[in-house]
């Protein structure tokens, strides 16, 4: 098409710099005729695309007037910009060529017609090659790919999201798409908030944990266990105490589980249940032992995050079954052993995602409200009934019948998750819905429904079946034990440091030796697996030096050392840690 004078190149360009955008481009729908039909001049003798209604998208307003704005003033070098419909290229253009190489600029466009129209008039091979250009398709498995991608321009840059104003003429998807995208980063932001600060404890309460998970058993005789039956997730929001009492009346022969926390409170209704998960790693979780019933829980199983603190662990009065989960030890080395569970950001969409597994005809959720109405958050028992929470992290929200309601970012972020789960989960999803936030995906049903179409019945013999393979958990596996690495990572990292402080000493000439050896460093770092996620922060903090910075002055060295420091300290606490024998094979 002599309109689309870069169309092919550009299109061949995706065929080898990014093959899963290509794939994604080459199975859509493509209206040729729209494309040859579109495309004008219009009164400002600017290129335009004619839309449904014949008008131009750029004839009440030009690009200049818009685009002059996309301004990335801050830290433009390390940061990283979304934008979410390309028209036929101004925006992105602008973006591309005026900001430096090492800025990421990501384009999602939900028309195939229009992208392809982008793709014909500007010559986007450079920036393809470069790495400096991508484009994302329409799908959310692949955004979420590409944005946990942009780790380095979140700590040392920032993430910029673009709203194309004229292509929101064409219509609504791009304003839906651009909400889903800001949803996902704000889950991205809280996720790179937690790993940040707290990455050191979760994996440092695994390294704690080791030899009493190898001797606690496996999750494994789970997976497949459930089928036959439902089983109820038991959450502690406030119409926990509406419906616990009568379910309590009437369990029939339905699986209850609620997490280690919500015990308390499910006791309060009469229900007992039978496991309980727990993955919250930080130490205050042993408050809850303040409420708890030692005696009433000795037979309850706590199958329990590997990242749960080990005071908190070992206070528990009942059997402990381990779960390895995502972002720690598990993540890459144990993942031929061991089921490896992404928990989530809550303890609720855990048990949503392990039930699933673990192969349940259905789901019934009571208490998970994510919302309240007044002031009381959780039911009586749960420690955080009664609490009090800081105004900025509120949220409102309505209720099925318009009723206002109160609610939190994360509990907003988490109901945001699971209905995400909901959507691409086997098992079908019952809410018995007690009047706060309406859980999309789930049926909302009432104790009639309930009862009426036996959502608490199981087939003959799969409560026993279910309850032989929690017994079967306590039986010890075969972890592989790994050799340690300190005293090959200490020499190879003192030779490095040597060789960088006599760079150091002449810095201003040796900027590309510098920079060269800093990057042998970061990759040295990265290629261990099970030694990665507890490394995470240092990885991070090498990155800042090797691929955030351009030019190299003496303060750098020191934090260079204190770096290094770090990471050989943290990798002899992993060689003690995980207790290698001489009686085994290392891995």
Same mark, same amino acid.
């Not at 090659?129 to 979140?154: R, T």
């Not at 490095?496 to 201003?508: A, D, S």
């Given at each position: 098409?002599?309109?689309?004078?870069?169309?092919?190149?550009?299109?061949?360009?995706?065929?080898?710099?990014?093959?899963?955008?290509?794939?994604?481009?080459?199975?859509?729908?493509?209206?040729?005729?729209?494309?040859?039909?579109?495309?004008?001049?219009?009164?400002?003798?600017?290129?335009?695309?004619? $839309?449904?209604? @014949?008008?131009?998208? !750029?004839?009440? #307003?030009?690009? /200049?007037?818009?685009? %002059?704005?996309?301004?990335?003033? +801050?830290?433009?070098?390390?940061?990283?910009?979304?934008?979410?419909?390309?028209?036929?290229?101004?925006?992105?253009?602008?973006?591309?060529?005026?900001?430096?190489?090492?800025?990421?600029?990501?384009?999602?466009?939900?028309?195939?017609?229009?992208?392809?129209?982008?793709?014909?008039?500007?010559?986007?091979?450079?920036? $393809?090659?470069? @790495?400096?250009?991508? !484009?994302?398709? #329409?799908?959310? /498995?692949?955004?979420? %790919?590409?944005?946990?991608?942009? +780790?380095?321009?979140?700590?040392?840059?920032?993430?910029?999201?673009?709203?194309?104003?004229?292509?929101?003429?064409?219509?609504?998807?791009?304003?839906?798409?651009?909400?889903?995208?800001?949803?996902?980063?704000?889950?991205?932001?809280?996720?790179?908030?937690?790993?940040?600060?707290?990455?050191?404890?979760?994996?440092?309460?695994?390294?704690?944990?080791?030899?009493?998970?190898?001797?606690?058993?496996?999750?494994?005789?789970?997976?497949?266990?459930?089928?036959?039956?439902?089983?109820?997730?038991?959450?502690?929001?406030?119409?926990?105490?509406?419906?616990?009492?009568?379910?309590?009346?009437?369990?029939?022969?339905?699986?209850?589980?609620?997490?280690?926390?919500?015990?308390?409170?499910?006791?309060?209704?009469?229900?007992?249940?039978?496991?309980?998960?727990?993955?919250?790693?930080?130490?205050?979780?042993?408050?809850?032992?303040?409420?708890?019933?030692?005696?009433?829980?000795?037979?309850?199983?706590?199958?329990?995050?590997t990242k749960l603190d080990h005071e908190v662990l070992a206070a528990y009065p009942g059997p402990t079954i381990p779960m390895w989960t995502v972002g720690g030890l598990g993540t890459f080395a144990l993942n031929n052993h061991e089921e490896v569970f992404d928990a989530g950001s809550n303890v609720s969409i855990t048990l949503a995602r392990f039930l699933d597994w673990c192969g349940f005809n259905h789901v019934l959720m009571v208490g998970q409200d994510f919302a309240?109405?007044?002031?009381?958050?959780?039911?009586?028992?749960?420690?955080?009934?009664?609490?009090?929470?800081?105004?900025?992290?509120?949220?409102?929200?309505?209720?099925?019948?318009?009723?206002?309601?109160?609610?939190?970012?994360?509990?907003?972020?988490?109901?945001?998750?699971?209905?995400?789960?909901?959507?691409?989960?086997?098992?079908?999803?019952?809410?018995?819905?007690?009047?706060?936030?309406?859980?999309?995906?789930?049926?909302?049903?009432?104790?009639?429904?309930?009862?009426?179409?036996?959502?608490?019945?199981?087939?003959?013999?799969?409560?026993?079946?279910?309850?032989?393979?929690?017994?079967?958990?306590?039986?010890?596996?075969?972890?592989?034990?790994?050799?340690?690495?300190?005293?090959?990572?200490?020499?190879?990292?003192?030779?490095?440091?040597?060789?960088?402080?006599?760079?150091?000493?002449?810095?201003?000439?040796?900027?590309?030796?510098?920079?060269?050896?800093?990057?042998?460093?970061?990759?040295?770092?990265?290629?261990?697996?099970?030694?990665?996620?507890?490394?995470?922060?240092?990885?991070?903090?090498?990155?800042?030096?090797?691929?955030?910075?351009?030019?190299?002055?003496?303060?750098?060295?020191?934090?260079?050392?204190?770096?290094?420091?770090?990471?050989?300290?943290?990798?002899?606490?992993?060689?003690?840690?995980?207790?290698?024998?001489?009686?085994?094979?290392?891995?």
């Amino acid at each position: 098409m002599s309109a689309y004078p870069f169309l092919k190149d550009n299109i061949e360009a995706l065929a080898t710099y990014n093959p899963p955008f290509y794939s994604w481009l080459s199975s859509q729908d493509i209206d040729e005729e729209k494309l040859k039909e579109s495309l004008f001049k219009n009164k400002w003798d600017i290129l335009d695309w004619k $839309m449904e209604n @014949g008008s131009g998208m !750029f004839e009440s #307003v030009t690009p /200049n007037m818009i685009y %002059n704005s996309w301004q990335a003033k +801050d830290k433009p070098e390390t940061s990283a910009t979304i934008i979410v419909g390309c028209n036929v290229g101004y925006g992105v253009n602008q973006v591309l060529m005026n900001t430096p190489d090492t800025h990421k600029v990501i384009v999602s466009e939900p028309n195939p017609e229009m992208l392809l129209a982008c793709l014909g008039q500007t010559d986007y091979r450079p920036f $393809m090659k470069a @790495g400096k250009l991508h !484009f994302c398709p #329409v799908d959310e /498995n692949s955004l979420m %790919n590409i944005i946990k991608e942009l +780790d380095l321009q979140f700590v040392y840059g920032k993430i910029y999201l673009r709203l194309d104003i004229p292509s929101q003429q064409i219509g609504p998807e791009y304003a839906r798409w651009s909400a889903t995208i800001r949803n996902k980063l704000e889950s991205f932001t809280v996720e790179m908030t937690t790993l940040r600060l707290k990455q050191d404890v979760m994996v440092g309460n695994e390294l704690d944990n080791f030899s009493r998970i190898l001797g606690d058993g496996s999750i494994a005789p789970l997976k497949g266990a459930g089928r036959g039956m439902g089983a109820v997730i038991l959450g502690a929001g406030p119409s926990l105490a509406q419906f616990g009492p009568e379910l309590a009346k009437n369990p029939g022969q339905a699986v209850f589980t609620t997490s280690l926390q919500g015990l308390p409170a499910v006791q309060k209704t009469g229900i007992k249940p039978h496991f309980c998960i727990g993955i919250d790693y930080n130490a205050s979780m042993s408050r809850v032992y303040g409420q708890l019933d030692h005696e009433w829980a000795k037979d309850i199983p706590l199958i329990y995050s590997t990242k749960l603190d080990h005071e908190v662990l070992a206070a528990y009065p009942g059997p402990t079954i381990p779960m390895w989960t995502v972002g720690g030890l598990g993540t890459f080395a144990l993942n031929n052993h061991e089921e490896v569970f992404d928990a989530g950001s809550n303890v609720s969409i855990t048990l949503a995602r392990f039930l699933d597994w673990c192969g349940f005809n259905h789901v019934l959720m009571v208490g998970q409200d994510f919302a309240w109405k007044g002031q009381v958050s959780h039911a009586s028992g749960h420690q955080n009934s009664g609490a009090q929470y800081n105004p900025a992290m509120l949220v409102e929200l309505e209720n099925a019948d318009g009723e206002k309601l109160t609610s939190t970012i994360q509990y907003i972020t988490s109901k945001r998750e699971m209905e995400d789960d909901i959507k691409k989960l086997r098992v079908p999803f019952y809410n018995l819905y007690g009047g706060c936030a309406v859980i999309e995906g789930t049926r909302n049903v009432d104790m009639n429904a309930v009862n009426m179409e036996g959502l608490l019945s199981a087939v003959p013999g799969s409560m026993e079946h279910f309850k032989t393979a929690i017994n079967m958990t306590a039986t010890p596996r075969n972890i592989p034990v790994f050799e340690p690495r300190s005293p090959r990572w200490t020499a190879s990292l003192n030779h490095v440091t040597k060789r960088m402080e006599k760079l150091f000493r002449k810095h201003g000439k040796n900027q590309e030796e510098i920079h060269k050896a800093l990057h042998e460093v970061y990759f040295f770092i990265r290629q261990d697996l099970l030694y990665l996620p507890y490394l995470y922060n240092e990885i991070l903090d090498m990155a800042g030096l090797a691929r955030a910075k351009s030019h190299y002055v003496p303060k750098d060295l020191p934090h260079y050392k204190r770096i290094i420091k770090k990471i050989l300290t943290k990798v002899r606490h992993m060689d003690r840690a995980m207790n290698v024998s001489g009686n085994r094979k290392a891995a």
